[in-house]
């Protein structure tokens, strides 16, 4: 897969969990630790990583595709209608809290 094949078929994954806060925020928090693992740089002082700055240590490939591998299986069970997402306007309201 091309990067523009690969950057479609992550939004549209992402635009199935849009709606759900805590899928979402197990996300933001996945990337922003894969970012900092990937560039060695550290993530902003707000950021989750920061928080987590004691007792952070980078994860395995293993560790990252188990975490992937759920966020996958909450996507599915949302589609499923088996969880409830949250709103986008609940999204864009966290974003900003």
């Known amino acids: ?7 479609a078929e992550l939004f549209r994954e992402l635009s199935y969990i849009a709606d759900d806060e805590n899928s979402m925020k197990k996300l933001l928090k996945y990337v922003k630790k894969l970012a900092a693992q990937q560039y060695k740089t550290p993530a902003p002082a ?3 990583v920061a928080e987590e700055a004691e ?14 591998n759920e966020v996958c299986e909450e996507i599915k069970l949302i589609r499923a209608g088996k969880l409830k997402g949250q709103t986008w306007e609940e999204f864009k309201h966290e974003l900003h809290d």
């Open 1 to 7: 897969m091309n990067t523009l094949n690969l950057n």
């Open 55 to 68: 007792s952070y240590r980078p994860k395995t490939k293993a560790e990252l595709m188990e975490d992937l």
């Open 46 to 48: 707000s950021s989750i």
